[in-house]
């Protein structure tokens, strides 16, 4: 019973903060603002939440997770930093649409990392899925091109790329690494502040940035940090699904900005070769499960 209950709180965990992310691009364009004051207020409001999530935490349990655990906690947060740099840059050179499907791609690097640095040989059926999911980036990748969206691409690229790094280097630490990425927006915070004082600071609505960085960003983070503590690597995965599929729709509803038919496509591709793929880790789990139950029985 107690591992059922288990299961429903991640479940439920972890979709308050797939939810929660999707409305993050849509309040970057909403505050109407330079790239650099953007990722200033970003990141600095989120670093400032997560420091009173951690003191409030430590004040009533004085083993709560450190917020750099060693040298690998700090590799991490580093990846989160220059995933945050990337990420805001991405934002401003491409469609929304480009930037999700292609950040999507970090269950790519992830299983590339994981087979490079864990020994952790991918499955046929894996590098099927990664095959198909190139392909897809490809398709939007080449629809970029002459359209000024190639520089936006590669920094989300880029931000895949960083993700995928951050999980693999926690999953190889067995750290806890909750309040790491918090903690990595220093980097970015830090550049964003060094090019803010030459060119000003320039934003019309910052009160939908600071609300995104105070509240929906800690809440995302936090949620999709625990949610494996409790349900399997797949079904989280699915979650992050949403970001991929509703951000695109909350940015069209708001600003008219319709996908390309190149962007569609690859998403398309993306977003089936993952859920397909989702759930046959989720079969393949449950075939374990069953067949370990029967070798030691309860």
Not at 99 to 107: G, R
Not at 172 to 190: E, N, Q
Request: charge should be positive; aromatic fraction near 12%.
């Amino acid at each position: 019973m107690s591992t059922h209950t288990d299961h429903h709180k991640g479940l439920l965990i972890t979709a308050i903060g797939g939810l929660t992310l999707t409305i993050d691009i849509p309040l970057i364009r909403l505050a109407d603002g330079t790239p650099w004051t953007i990722m200033l207020l970003r990141t600095g409001t989120t670093l400032l939440a997560g420091l009173v999530m951690w003191a409030i935490w430590r004040s009533f349990d004085r083993n709560a997770p450190r917020l750099i655990p060693g040298w690998s906690g700090l590799t991490v947060a580093f990846c989160y930093g220059m995933t945050g740099i990337s990420f805001v840059t991405a934002v401003y050179h491409t469609s929304t649409a480009d930037l999700v499907f292609i950040l999507a791609f970090n269950t790519v690097f992830a299983a590339l990392l994981s087979w490079l640095f864990l020994k952790e040989r991918p499955r046929l059926a894996t590098v099927i899925a990664m095959l198909a999911m190139i392909l897809g980036v490809l398709i939007i990748v080449g629809g970029s091109v002459g359209t000024g969206h190639l520089f936006g691409d590669f920094m989300a690229l880029c931000s895949a790329f960083f993700v995928a790094l951050a999980i693999t280097i926690s999953r190889a630490s067995g750290k806890d690494m909750g309040f790491t990425a918090l903690v990595g927006v220093i980097i970015p915070l830090a550049l964003a502040a060094f090019m803010v004082s030459g060119e000003g600071f320039h934003v019309n609505a910052p009160w939908w940035i600071v609300f995104n960085g105070a509240v929906v960003m800690p809440i995302s983070f936090f949620c999709l940090a625990n949610g494996p503590k409790y349900i399997s690597g797949p079904e989280v995965a699915m979650f992050y699904l949403l970001e991929t599929v509703l951000a695109p729709i909350w940015v069209w509803l708001i600003f008219a900005e319709a996908p390309t038919r190149n962007s569609l496509i690859g998403g398309t591709i993306l977003i089936v070769t993952l859920v397909a793929h989702s759930l046959w880790q989720l079969h393949e789990g449950r075939k374990r499960r069953a067949a370990l139950a029967v070798v030691h029985p309860a």
